[in-house]
């Protein structure tokens, strides 16, 4: 990978520099960027905004057995049961009634940007890339002690999807010792039902979407299969100094409500998916960065094996590509 130049600016060293040459042998050395990757990470870590997390601070003593908690964007957890909901870690029984304050921490990824930002897996156990509506994430405290959800018991959540139809099945991810998210674990296939709610008992707002019985705290989904019947490989080319080192190249196939990371073959500039959902029309961008500059590709075309997509990235700043994944 090579140092991007503006030739403007360098003209007249190129041209001392051929004249040189006519008289020396040597040959010219440029001298590479660091990996950028990591910074890459560090820099889309700034995506999630922050109304994508809610916290709900409640008196466990007056809380209320039925109760609904509704996050600005729509998101709705249903707490039934409360005394007999939650377990300490070590499993001993926790009744909310016995706790001071009880606090219900929901974070929401209702956008492909947001999903990818994150690194939340695409795919499931059986690697199979899934169709997929919005992630949430549920984390509760007792008095600041975390809590888990008793086994015998589900925690009823509601998630706003644009298309509230399909086969889903409740599906759950985790991060290991690395900090990686795991592959989606699919649960119950009746679990997930369509449904329609008002954002409160007085408003009109209506929202559209699933309703989960999660067996879970932490996060939870609803993936549903995508038809896979014709696949093959599919490529976009970048030019070359766009490589492994300082760019991600992402597929999303908006149809389907679903994307893939493509991945690099080294030092050509080009990114491939090697099982994709051909003939489908896919939107396809990178983000990259060299030295101190950041670069924005973003085109559409169509997922066909037999041509191979164009991709040619343009300078930008932080600010305009954190919008444009907050608006994907």
Not at 154 to 174: E, F, M, Q, R
Not at 212 to 221: A, D, P, T
Not at 263 to 289: H, M, Q, W, Y
Not at 311 to 324: A, G
Request: glycine content about 6%; aromatic content about 10%; proline content about 5%.
């Amino acid at each position: 990978m090579f140092k991007f130049i503006t030739y403007k600016r360098y003209f007249w060293i190129i041209g001392f520099l051929l004249t040189l040459s006519a008289c020396r042998k040597d040959q010219i050395t440029l001298v590479p960027y660091d990996n950028s990757q990591g910074e890459l990470d560090y820099f889309m870590s700034f995506v999630p905004e922050t109304p994508t997390k809610t916290i709900f601070i409640l008196q466990g003593g007056n809380l209320a057995k039925d109760t609904m908690l509704t996050t600005p964007n729509g998101v709705r957890v249903h707490i039934q049961d409360n005394d007999l909901l939650f377990t300490q870690e070590n499993g001993a029984a926790q009744p909310c009634t016995a706790c001071n304050n009880v606090q219900i921490a929901v974070t929401e990824v209702l956008k492909t940007g947001d999903w990818i930002s994150r690194k939340l897996p695409a795919t499931n156990t059986n690697s199979q890339l899934d169709k997929h509506i919005g992630a949430i994430k549920v984390e509760v405290t007792c008095d600041g002690k975390l809590l888990k959800l008793a086994a015998d018991r589900h925690l009823k959540v509601y998630i706003p999807a644009k298309d509230a139809a399909g086969n889903y099945t409740v599906s759950y991810t985790a991060t290991d010792d690395k900090g990686t998210f795991t592959p989606w674990e699919l649960g119950n296939p009746d679990a997930v039902f369509s449904a329609t709610w008002a954002a409160t008992p007085f408003t009109q707002n209506i929202y559209e979407g699933f309703e989960i019985l999660s067996k879970r705290l932490g996060w939870v989904s609803a993936l549903a299969p995508i038809d896979m019947a014709s696949t093959g490989a599919f490529c976009v080319q970048l030019p070359k100094q766009f490589d492994q080192d300082n760019t991600r190249v992402f597929a999303i196939f908006e149809a389907e409500n679903t994307f893939s990371e493509m991945v690099p073959e080294p030092n050509t500039g080009k990114f491939c998916l090697d099982n994709a959902i051909l003939n489908k029309p896919v939107r396809i961008f990178s983000i990259s960065k060299a030295g101190s500059q950041y670069w924005l590709g973003d085109t559409n075309t169509v997922s066909a094996s037999d041509a191979r997509a164009q991709l040619n990235p343009v300078t930008s700043n932080e600010q305009f590509i954190i919008q444009f994944l907050r608006g994907l």
